[in-house]
Antibody
């Protein structure tokens, strides 16, 4: 059974850097085709894709946030870390990580974490 | 980037009725790389359909996806009480993935 869980600070001040961790089980990020993505959702608004990292270290970023985002993986600890710099109140959202497997659902995210709420405020 | 426009924004229907949700793309999506998700309040999205028409494991047959190119449709043949939720489409054809703005299916 695949599970993912996001963790990180619930409150961040403007201009600070946010670091979120996705800890997962039931799959390995060293397996061909596997990837983990990050998606966020501001309160009452639509989903927004942020980033994606694959088993072979290929990474993709939202063009709007590319300069502020970094995603890395620690295969031995089954973790993926998302870093976002220069936080602003508009970055207040629920942040999700999700699993994908190119050999099953292509890039569609088939299993999601429960999400973690991040508020940006001074 | 590919912009996805979902319509209508809100769909008011009764249980047992048929729901038709649309997702239009600003440019053609090759290989039908489009997915549909259902989201209920306070919960993470759930994958319903991938590759435009393939049902994810465990998804009831009343959910059907179709379409190609720039026009995609999600049909719920007979609404069950648990189907009232927000639905999003996602395209994964281009390196930059994008979601639509969502359609809320509410009880009439």
């Amino acid at each position: 059974q695949i599970t993912l869980k996001e963790s990180g600070p619930p409150l961040v001040k403007p201009t600070q850097t946010l670091t979120l961790t996705c800890t997962f089980s039931g799959f390995s990020l060293s397996t061909n085709g596997v990837g983990v993505g990050w998606i966020r959702q501001p309160p009452g608004k639509a989903l927004e894709w942020l980033a994606l990292i694959y088993w072979h270290d290929d990474t993709r970023y939202s063009p709007y946030l590319k300069n502020r985002l970094s995603v890395t993986k620690d295969t031995s600890k089954n973790r993926v870390v998302l870093t976002m710099t220069h936080l602003d109140p508009v970055d207040t959202a629920t942040y999700y990580c999700a699993h994908t497997n190119l050999g099953v659902t292509n890039h569609a995210f088939d299993v999601w974490g429960q999400g973690t709420v991040v508020t940006v405020s001074s | 980037e590919v912009v996805l426009t979902q319509s209508p924004a809100t769909l008011s229907l009764s249980p047992g009725e048929r729901a038709t949700l649309s997702c239009g793309a600003s440019q053609s999506i090759s290989s039908d790389y489009l997915a549909w998700y259902q989201q209920k309040p306070g919960l993470a999205p759930r994958l319903l359909i991938y590759d435009a028409s393939s049902r994810a494991p465990g998804i009831p047959a009343r959910f059907r996806g179709s379409g190609s190119g720039t026009d995609f449709t999600l049909i719920i043949s007979r609404l069950e009480p648990e189907d009232f939720a927000v639905y999003y489409c996602l395209q994964y054809d281009t390196p930059a993935l994008t979601f639509g703005g969502g359609t809320k299916v509410e009880i009439k």
